[in-house]
T-cell receptor
Protein backbone atom coordinates (compact mmCIF):
# COMPACT_ATOMS: atom_id res chain seq x y z
CA UNK A 1 0.00 0.00 0.00
CA UNK A 2 1.57 3.27 -1.09
CA UNK A 3 -0.90 5.56 0.69
CA UNK A 4 -0.66 7.31 4.05
CA UNK A 5 -0.86 4.95 7.01
CA UNK A 6 -1.59 5.67 10.65
CA UNK A 7 -1.25 3.61 13.77
CA UNK A 8 -3.14 2.79 15.89
CA UNK A 9 -6.52 3.13 14.23
CA UNK A 10 -8.30 3.32 17.57
CA UNK A 11 -7.09 4.24 21.02
CA UNK A 12 -9.06 4.27 24.25
CA UNK A 13 -7.26 5.77 27.21
CA UNK A 14 -8.03 7.06 30.65
CA UNK A 15 -7.84 10.73 31.46
CA UNK A 16 -4.37 11.73 32.49
CA UNK A 17 -2.55 9.08 30.46
CA UNK A 18 -0.12 9.85 27.64
CA UNK A 19 -0.74 8.61 24.11
CA UNK A 20 1.38 8.57 20.97
CA UNK A 21 0.22 8.20 17.39
CA UNK A 22 2.28 7.43 14.33
CA UNK A 23 1.90 8.52 10.71
CA UNK A 24 3.75 7.15 7.70
CA UNK A 25 3.29 9.49 4.73
CA UNK A 26 3.50 8.68 1.04
CA UNK A 27 7.20 8.01 0.58
CA UNK A 28 8.05 10.73 -1.92
CA UNK A 29 6.10 13.46 -0.08
CA UNK A 30 8.13 16.03 1.83
CA UNK A 31 5.18 17.76 3.52
CA UNK A 32 3.29 16.23 6.43
CA UNK A 33 0.31 17.66 8.30
CA UNK A 34 -1.65 16.73 11.40
CA UNK A 35 -5.34 17.65 11.70
CA UNK A 36 -7.98 16.95 14.31
CA UNK A 37 -11.64 16.32 13.57
CA UNK A 38 -14.56 16.24 16.00
CA UNK A 39 -18.08 15.10 15.24
CA UNK A 40 -19.96 17.33 12.84
CA UNK A 41 -16.96 19.51 12.08
CA UNK A 42 -14.40 19.62 9.32
CA UNK A 43 -10.80 18.75 10.16
CA UNK A 44 -8.78 21.52 11.86
CA UNK A 45 -5.09 22.07 11.27
CA UNK A 46 -2.73 21.22 14.13
CA UNK A 47 0.82 21.27 12.77
CA UNK A 48 2.97 21.03 9.64
CA UNK A 49 6.36 19.58 8.77
CA UNK A 50 8.46 20.12 5.71
CA UNK A 51 10.94 17.29 5.75
CA UNK A 52 12.07 17.10 9.39
CA UNK A 53 11.39 20.76 10.23
CA UNK A 54 8.21 21.65 12.09
CA UNK A 55 7.30 24.92 10.41
CA UNK A 56 3.93 25.77 11.85
CA UNK A 57 1.81 24.95 14.88
CA UNK A 58 -1.80 25.92 15.44
CA UNK A 59 -2.92 27.72 18.57
CA UNK A 60 -5.11 24.64 19.06
CA UNK A 61 -1.97 22.72 19.91
CA UNK A 62 -1.55 23.22 23.64
CA UNK A 63 1.74 22.49 25.38
CA UNK A 64 0.45 18.99 26.15
CA UNK A 65 0.81 18.19 22.46
CA UNK A 66 4.10 17.55 20.73
CA UNK A 67 4.91 16.30 17.26
CA UNK A 68 8.12 15.11 15.68
CA UNK A 69 9.34 13.97 12.31
CA UNK A 70 12.90 13.00 13.16
CA UNK A 71 14.21 11.81 9.82
CA UNK A 72 11.78 13.52 7.53
CA UNK A 73 9.85 10.31 7.01
CA UNK A 74 7.31 9.11 9.61
CA UNK A 75 5.89 11.44 12.24
CA UNK A 76 4.60 10.99 15.77
CA UNK A 77 2.04 13.03 17.67
CA UNK A 78 2.09 12.73 21.44
CA UNK A 79 -0.57 13.98 23.82
CA UNK A 80 0.43 14.15 27.46
CA UNK A 81 -2.02 14.11 30.38
CA UNK A 82 -4.99 13.48 28.10
CA UNK A 83 -8.29 15.23 28.79
CA UNK A 84 -11.79 14.24 27.70
CA UNK A 85 -11.78 17.19 25.30
CA UNK A 86 -8.93 15.53 23.40
CA UNK A 87 -11.33 12.85 22.17
CA UNK A 88 -11.37 13.21 18.39
CA UNK A 89 -10.15 11.73 15.14
CA UNK A 90 -6.50 12.61 14.54
CA UNK A 91 -5.74 12.72 10.85
CA UNK A 92 -2.38 12.82 9.12
CA UNK A 93 -1.98 14.06 5.55
CA UNK A 94 0.97 14.24 3.22
CA UNK A 95 1.68 16.34 0.18
CA UNK A 96 4.33 16.62 -2.48
CA UNK A 97 5.09 19.57 -4.76
CA UNK A 98 1.48 20.40 -5.56
CA UNK A 99 -1.03 21.78 -3.04
CA UNK A 100 -2.95 18.53 -2.92
CA UNK A 101 -2.93 16.53 0.32
CA UNK A 102 -3.80 12.91 0.90
CA UNK A 103 -5.11 11.68 4.20
CA UNK A 104 -4.43 8.57 6.21
CA UNK A 105 -7.27 6.59 7.80
CA UNK A 106 -6.93 8.48 11.08
CA UNK A 107 -6.55 7.49 14.71
CA UNK A 108 -9.76 7.70 16.69
CA UNK A 109 -8.97 8.69 20.28
CA UNK A 110 -11.45 8.20 23.10
CA UNK A 111 -10.51 9.56 26.51
CA UNK A 112 -12.61 8.14 29.34
CA UNK B 1 -17.83 34.06 11.02
CA UNK B 2 -16.22 30.84 9.82
CA UNK B 3 -13.61 31.16 7.11
CA UNK B 4 -15.34 28.53 4.94
CA UNK B 5 -19.11 28.19 5.13
CA UNK B 6 -21.30 25.43 3.79
CA UNK B 7 -24.91 24.44 4.19
CA UNK B 8 -24.71 21.32 6.39
CA UNK B 9 -27.74 19.73 4.72
CA UNK B 10 -28.69 16.96 4.64
CA UNK B 11 -29.59 16.97 0.99
CA UNK B 12 -31.85 14.00 0.28
CA UNK B 13 -32.14 13.30 -3.44
CA UNK B 14 -33.39 10.38 -5.52
CA UNK B 15 -31.01 8.36 -7.61
CA UNK B 16 -30.44 10.00 -10.97
CA UNK B 17 -31.06 13.53 -9.72
CA UNK B 18 -28.73 16.48 -10.16
CA UNK B 19 -27.62 18.17 -6.95
CA UNK B 20 -25.52 21.27 -6.33
CA UNK B 21 -23.58 22.33 -3.26
CA UNK B 22 -22.33 25.80 -2.57
CA UNK B 23 -19.56 27.11 -0.40
CA UNK B 24 -18.38 30.61 0.44
CA UNK B 25 -15.00 31.65 1.79
CA UNK B 26 -14.25 34.84 3.62
CA UNK B 27 -10.55 35.40 2.98
CA UNK B 28 -9.84 36.97 -0.40
CA UNK B 29 -6.22 35.80 -0.11
CA UNK B 30 -7.34 32.21 -0.64
CA UNK B 31 -5.42 30.72 -3.52
CA UNK B 32 -6.33 27.07 -3.92
CA UNK B 33 -9.65 25.31 -3.67
CA UNK B 34 -10.76 21.70 -3.38
CA UNK B 35 -13.69 19.44 -2.78
CA UNK B 36 -13.09 16.44 -0.54
CA UNK B 37 -15.49 13.60 0.04
CA UNK B 38 -15.79 11.95 3.45
CA UNK B 39 -17.69 8.77 4.20
CA UNK B 40 -18.96 8.15 7.72
CA UNK B 41 -16.07 7.51 10.14
CA UNK B 42 -13.51 7.51 7.31
CA UNK B 43 -10.83 9.93 6.23
CA UNK B 44 -11.46 12.76 3.73
CA UNK B 45 -10.58 11.81 0.16
CA UNK B 46 -9.69 14.37 -2.47
CA UNK B 47 -12.53 14.56 -5.00
CA UNK B 48 -11.24 17.36 -7.17
CA UNK B 49 -9.31 20.59 -7.27
CA UNK B 50 -11.28 23.66 -8.35
CA UNK B 51 -9.92 26.01 -10.99
CA UNK B 52 -11.03 29.48 -12.01
CA UNK B 53 -12.03 28.24 -15.45
CA UNK B 54 -14.21 25.53 -13.92
CA UNK B 55 -13.46 21.86 -14.28
CA UNK B 56 -15.27 18.63 -14.81
CA UNK B 57 -14.53 15.05 -13.85
CA UNK B 58 -17.15 12.66 -15.12
CA UNK B 59 -20.43 13.43 -13.37
CA UNK B 60 -18.81 16.09 -11.16
CA UNK B 61 -18.37 19.75 -12.10
CA UNK B 62 -16.69 22.35 -9.91
CA UNK B 63 -16.84 26.10 -10.37
CA UNK B 64 -15.01 28.97 -8.70
CA UNK B 65 -16.11 32.59 -8.62
CA UNK B 66 -13.27 34.62 -7.11
CA UNK B 67 -15.18 37.90 -7.26
CA UNK B 68 -18.00 36.50 -5.13
CA UNK B 69 -15.69 34.18 -3.14
CA UNK B 70 -17.93 31.29 -3.98
CA UNK B 71 -17.27 27.65 -4.93
CA UNK B 72 -19.78 25.13 -6.20
CA UNK B 73 -19.96 21.41 -6.85
CA UNK B 74 -22.53 19.89 -9.20
CA UNK B 75 -23.21 16.17 -9.23
CA UNK B 76 -25.19 14.83 -12.17
CA UNK B 77 -27.00 11.49 -12.32
CA UNK B 78 -26.55 10.85 -8.60
CA UNK B 79 -25.70 7.31 -7.53
CA UNK B 80 -26.37 5.65 -4.19
CA UNK B 81 -22.60 5.50 -3.77
CA UNK B 82 -22.40 9.30 -3.88
CA UNK B 83 -23.95 9.42 -0.39
CA UNK B 84 -21.31 11.06 1.77
CA UNK B 85 -20.28 14.40 3.28
CA UNK B 86 -18.72 16.84 0.84
CA UNK B 87 -16.12 19.16 2.33
CA UNK B 88 -15.22 22.49 0.77
CA UNK B 89 -11.56 23.31 1.36
CA UNK B 90 -9.40 26.38 0.75
CA UNK B 91 -5.73 27.23 1.10
CA UNK B 92 -4.78 30.80 1.95
CA UNK B 93 -1.74 32.35 0.36
CA UNK B 94 1.33 32.10 2.58
CA UNK B 95 -0.05 29.41 4.89
CA UNK B 96 2.26 26.56 3.89
CA UNK B 97 -0.63 24.88 2.08
CA UNK B 98 -2.54 24.09 5.26
CA UNK B 99 -6.11 23.19 4.45
CA UNK B 100 -9.05 25.12 5.90
CA UNK B 101 -12.23 23.05 5.83
CA UNK B 102 -15.88 23.89 5.88
CA UNK B 103 -18.08 21.78 8.13
CA UNK B 104 -19.28 19.76 5.16
CA UNK B 105 -22.56 19.16 3.36
CA UNK B 106 -24.18 15.78 3.84
CA UNK B 107 -25.71 14.10 0.79
CA UNK B 108 -28.04 11.13 0.98
CA UNK B 109 -29.02 9.55 -2.33
CA UNK B 110 -32.06 7.31 -2.13
CA UNK B 111 -33.77 4.79 -4.40
Amino acid sequence: DTGVSQDPRHKITKRGQNVTFRCDPISEHNRLYWYRQTLGQGPEFLTYFQNEAQLEKSRLLSDRFSAERPKGSFSTLEIQRTEQGDSAMYLCASGGWSNEQYFGPGTRLTVT
Amino acid sequence: RKEVEQDPGPFNVPEGATVAFNCTYSNSASQSFFWYRQDCRKEPKLLMSVYSSGNEDGRFTAQLNRASQYISLLIRDSKLSDSATYLCVVIRTGTASKLTFGTGTRLQVTL
